[in-house]
């Protein structure tokens, strides 16, 4: 099925100038853009997104990590987008990561990771709420 998600590059990836290659291998892939835009994620921001990790321990640093600078973040559209990007970005530890994925080629880390996918279609449909408004997802299936 034609689905969309969530991706944020992380500000690590920002920093490194690694956007643009990562945006170009979801385009490459085939993945439609349906949303993107340049953001500094807040601290409230982030704990509506890592809900179900606020009480973690590792949370601190993960809120520090994500609001240390801007982030992108995107809506892709495709035929089973959410499992392609996940697929496209490897396991959470980019030590565990093949080499051709995105977390594998470009890093080593659990928490500077590069680029975020939702997990699953309920996910997906809770986080693009949460970053963009729905006039902001322009809906034109494209005729290719
Ligand atoms: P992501 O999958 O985007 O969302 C949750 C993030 O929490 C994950 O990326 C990692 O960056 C981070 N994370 C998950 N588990 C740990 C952990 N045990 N220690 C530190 N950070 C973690």
Redesign the pocket.
């Known amino acids: 099925p034609t689905e969309r998600t969530l991706v944020l590059l992380k500000p690590d990836a920002v920093a490194r100038r690694l956007a643009g290659p990562i945006l170009t291998r979801f385009e490459q892939k085939g993945l439609r853009i349906a949303a993107l835009k340049l953001i500094q994620v807040t601290p409230e921001l982030a704990k509506r997104h890592?809900a179900e990790?606020v009480q973690k321990p590792?949370y601190p640093?993960?809120e520090s990590f994500i609001t240390a600078g801007p982030t992108v973040a995107l809506v892709l559209e495709g035929k089973s987008a959410i499992s392609v990007v996940r697929g496209m970005m490897g396991p959470?530890n980019g030590r565990d990561a093949a080499p051709g994925t995105i977390r594998g080629d470009y890093g080593t880390s659990?928490?500077m990771?590069l680029v975020?996918g939702s997990d699953g279609p309920e996910a997906a449909a809770k986080e693009i709420a949460i970053y963009f408004q729905p006039h902001e997802v322009v809906d034109a299936t494209e005729p290719l």
Do not use: G, K, V
């Open positions: 890592y990790h590792f640093m993960l959470t659990r928490q990771n975020h």
